[in-house]
């Protein structure tokens, strides 16, 4: 498996908990010339205030499943 690369996305002060959340929940990935049917996968978010205020880790599994 290739390393695990973290996704970091930076908001300004103007973000607000709808655009946040919309950005979540149209988070994707693909796997590319390899064969994954049936497998799960599992992605953590985890926020930042910048300020040194850290949330909990929220970890959701993925169902991958191969595309005709």
């Known amino acids: ?4 690369k973290d996704l970091v ?7 607000t908990v709808a655009a946040v959340q919309t ?7 693909r796997v ?3 064969t994954s049917a049936n497998s799960t996968r ?8 910048g300020d040194g205020g850290m949330s ?5 599994s993925i169902n991958v ?3 005709p």
Request: glycine fraction near 2%.
């Open 1 to 4: 498996l290739p390393a695990i």
């Open 9 to 15: 996305v930076t908001f300004n002060s103007q973000a």
């Open 23 to 29: 950005l979540v929940r149209d988070i994707t990935f």
């Open 32 to 34: 590319v010339g390899a």
């Open 42 to 49: 599992a992605i953590r978010f985890s926020l930042n205030d």
């Open 56 to 60: 909990l880790d929220v970890q959701k």
């Open 65 to 67: 499943v191969n595309l």
